[in-house]
C-alpha cells in the first residue's frame, strides 16, 4: 500500500526540447516505487512551447500538475510557486534538464524513512564544470559562509528532500529576494547527504550566464548578510584615524620646517581614492536600501495564470 507520498518540485523555463526526456527520467524512476507521488511543473513565462508540451503529458495522467506563471519571474520565485502548491509528505525540487539524477530519489526517501528530515543531495565532484565556474562556485560558498550566520553547503544545489514540516516552516519566510539555497539552509533540522557526479545537460541550454550569476550571488550575500556594511565602517574608521594622524603629521612638520612645496599629483590621487571608496560605500548602502524598497511594497511573489491539475483537491 502507497501510504505516503512525494512531491517532485520542477521548475521549466524554455525548456521545450528537454521535456520528453525529462519525464521518461523520472517515470522510469517512481512507477517502481512504493509511494505515490506527483510532479508539479512550473512553467516560468516561456516563450517556446513548454506549456504546450507539459499540457500533452499530462493528459490522462493525474500525477502530472502543472501551474502557469503570468511571465518570467525567476528560478527562485518559480521554485516557491511549486513548493506553496505541493502537498506531498515530502517535497524535492529538481532541475528539468537533469544533470541532478532523479535515480538519487528512492536513496534519499530511504535516508528520509530513517528519520532525517531534510535529505541533501551533494555533487561528488563537478567535472561537467569550467574551471572558472568551478572556481568562481568554490569562492562564493567561502566569501558567504565566512560573512554570514547561515552555513550553506557547498556543492549543493536545490536538488534535496524535505519534509512536510519543513516545507509548512518554509512557506512561512516571506521575504521577496529569494535565495532558496539560503532559505534552506536557514530553517535548519537534522540532515542526511548522499552523494552524486553531476551529469552533463542532456538538452537544450543554460539560462544563466555569467552576469546572471553575479547578481544571484549578490542576492545571496546581501539576503543573509550585514557584514559587507559592518566591514565598510570599521573601513571607515580606519581610513579616518589614518587620515587624522597623517594630518597631524603634515602640521607638525609645517611647524618645523615651513610650507613645503605642494604636491598637485600626490593631492589628485587621494582625491580620487577617497573619492572611490565613497562610492563603493554608498553603493553597498543601495543594495541594502534596494532591498528594503523591495520588500515595503508586499506585492506577490509570482502570479498564477493558470492551474491544471489541481481540480481533485480541496
Known sequence: MKDFKISIVTPFFNEAGSICSFFESIFRILDNQKFSYEIICIDDGSSDQTLENLKKFAIGNKN????????????????TAGIDAAQGDAVIPIDADLQDPPELIPLMVDEWLKGFPVVLAKRASRITDTKFKRGTAHFFYKIINVLSDVSIPENTGDFRLMDRQVVDILKQLPERTRFMKGLFAWVGF????????????????????VWKLWNFALDGIFSFSTSPIRIWTYLGLTI????????????????????????????????????????????LLG???????????????????EKIGFQDET
Open 240 to 283: 579616518a584615524l589614518s587620515a587624522g594622524l597623517y594630518g597631524s603629521f603634515i602640521i607638525l612638520k609645517t611647524l618645523v620646517y615651513g610650507i613645503s612645496a605642494p604636491g598637485y599629483a600626490s593631492l589628485a590621487c587621494l582625491i580620487l581614492f577617497f573619492s572611490g571608496i565613497n562610492l563603493v560605500g554608498i553603493g
Open 64 to 79: 502530472i500538475k502543472i501551474i502557469s506563471l503570468s511571465r518570467n519571474f525567476g528560478k527562485e520565485y518559480a521554485l
Open 190 to 209: 537534522e540532515q542526511a547527504t548522499v552523494y552524486y557526479d553531476r551529469q552533463d545537460r542532456r538538452d537544450g541550454q543554460t539560462k544563466w550566464n
Open 287 to 305: 543594495e541594502y536600501i534596494g532591498r528594503i524598497f523591495m520588500e515595503t511594497k508586499c506585492r506577490p511573489l509570482y502570479i498564477i495564470k
